[in-house]
């Protein structure tokens, strides 16, 4: 299914992140982890490609599995900074084959002693080039695009960032998805500047439970996201103590998430790490706001 489809319900719905393993040691308990994400039937869920400018031979299958297995559509991350023209012919080829028809189009993190303008023989800068030629392997591919509610890092300013972002959904996205943020009003505020900027397609804003706090160093060092004296109060209140962290970041996130809802925003996906019990606690507490039954004891 495709997710500009899927946009379209008026329903609220809820979506789910997983990551590939590193390795082929990893391959079963990830593949594992994400089954179980896959088991709470979220509206769709992504797989991540890579990171820090690295790549994953197994974003793809992974993709199909969870498609084929769960009935679960799958959107594929692709990124292209650090990848040649062939390695991008051939990933598009290898979607194709594999029944995907959900990619987001990602520049990828540049390695940390380079910047985009660097004089490289790169075949690519930045991710609007990977959204057109995508565009034109597949014209009928749904390509999601990032976007970034605080501004990209990289960025001069918030202007030239939409102005940028504006180019990039013209070169062919159906939608967006949020960098993590901890504060709703910077989402709103984003999303009434985008508006204005003529940017329509539907933005899917990305909430990250922090459930502990290293993942809570990793998130602000990853994303430069503004944290909230709330939220920095409850890591301070309850950091060092694993199962009160967990429990509280989780309720912060389903917090954001409800306020999202109440505001109108109709999809929300859910950065879960491949955390079958965070993903769970989740839906488990949205179930009535979703309309669904309470999933399975079983699935946690
Ligand atoms: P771009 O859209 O290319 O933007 C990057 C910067 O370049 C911005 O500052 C923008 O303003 C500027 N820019 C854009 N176009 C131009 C132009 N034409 N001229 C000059 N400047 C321009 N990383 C991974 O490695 N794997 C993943 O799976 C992954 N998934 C992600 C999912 C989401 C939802 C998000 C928000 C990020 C994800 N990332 C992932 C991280 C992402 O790769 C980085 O944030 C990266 O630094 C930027 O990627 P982008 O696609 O937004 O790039």
Redo the contacts with the bound molecule.
């Keep these: 299914m495709y997710i500009r489809d899927l946009l379209k319900k008026e329903s609220l719905s809820i979506s789910f ?1 997983v ?1 590939p393993p590193k390795n082929d040691t990893a391959v079963e308990s990830v593949m594992q982890a994400a089954c179980r994400i896959a088991a709470l039937r979220p509206a769709y869920i ?1 797989v ?7 790549q994953s031979k197994y ?1 793809m299958a992974m993709a199909q599995r969870l498609q084929k297995e769960y009935g679960v559509p799958t959107v594929a ?1 692709l ?1 292209c ?1 650090s990848s040649t023209r062939e390695t991008i012919r051939t990933r598009m080829e290898e979607i194709t084959a594999l029944g995907i028809e959900n990619v ?7 390695p940390a002693d380079q910047t ?2 660097d004089p490289l023989s790169w075949s690519y ?4 080039e990977l959204v057109r030629e995508l565009k034109q392997f597949r014209p009928d591919f749904c390509i ?5 509610p605080e ?5 001069a300013n918030s202007r ?2 939409i102005r ?2 504006k ?2 959904v013209e070169a062919g996205c159906d939608f967006l ?4 943020f901890f504060d709703n009003s910077l989402l709103y505020s984003f999303l009434y500047r985008i508006r204005e900027a003529g940017i329509s397609v539907p933005v899917i804003p ?1 909430i990250m439970p922090i459930t502990n706090a290293n993942q809570l160093k990793r998130a602000i060092e990853l994303s430069r996201s503004f944290m909230p004296v709330r939220f920095l109060r409850l890591v301070d209140r309850f950091g060092s103590d694993e199962e009160a962290m967990k429990q509280a970041g989780i309720i912060y996130a389903i917090d954001q998430i409800i306020d999202l809802y109440a505001s109108g925003i109709r999809h929300v ?1 859910v950065y879960t790490m491949n955390k079958p019990d965070v993903a769970f606690k989740i839906i488990d507490n949205l179930s009535a706001i979703l309309g669904s039954v309470s999933p399975a004891e079983g699935s946690r």
């Design positions: 992140e990551f992504s991540t490609y890579g990171a820090g400018g690295g974003t991350h990124t900074v987001l189009a990602l520049r990828g993190d540049l985009a303008s800068h930045h991710a609007i999601g695009g990032a976007c970034y501004t990209h890092p990289e960025a030239d960032d940028y972002l180019e990039k998805t949020t960098q993590m990305g996906h």
